[in-house]
């Protein structure tokens, strides 16, 4: 997630690391380009950005807006809906919001068979859980 938002320009030069190939080399400086995971600001970052697309898109993914306000921990959506076909929506809308900054819904589970595993293109998927009794 971090990797796909891109730093304002005019904020690079806070954003700067220092590289040296060998002891004896002279550093070379970087201006990050993009949120780079384990900066102190990151997490910040990635929270807002995905909170800016939710409010940016409220009026053509309003289900997935409400749950990228609402039911988001970093970058783990945890949510539910009432319905299969409100699921079906919400997890449609959802992929399609993230697509329109780059980003891509990776994981997705659910406790109906119908829905489980119903993306075409993800690229992980859990196995569901067995009711206990």
């Keep these: 997630m971090f990797r796909q938002i891109l730093i304002d320009p005019a904020q690079r030069d806070l ?13 070379v400086i ?9 900066t102190s600001s990151a997490p910040f970052l990635a929270i807002r950005t995905l909170k800016q697309l939710a409010m ?17 921990y970093m970058d783990d ?3 539910g809906a009432q319905t ?8 449609c809308q959802l992929q399609n919001m993230l697509k329109t900054c780059g980003m891509k819904l990776h994981k997705w589970n659910s406790n109906s ?18 009711n206990q009794p």
């Design 56 to 72: 940016d898109e409220a009026s053509r993914f309003p289900l997935a807006s409400k749950v990228a306000l609402q039911d988001v």
């Design 84 to 91: 299969l076909d409100t699921a079906r929506q919400l997890q």
């Design 30 to 38: 970087y201006r990050l380009k993009t949120v780079t995971y384990g």
């Design 15 to 27: 954003l700067r690391i220092m590289w040296k190939t060998g002891a004896n080399d002279k550093p």
């Design 77 to 79: 959506v945890v949510s």
């Design 113 to 130: 068979k119908e829905l489980f595993n119903s993306s075409t293109d993800q690229e992980h998927s859990f196995q569901p859980t067995q």
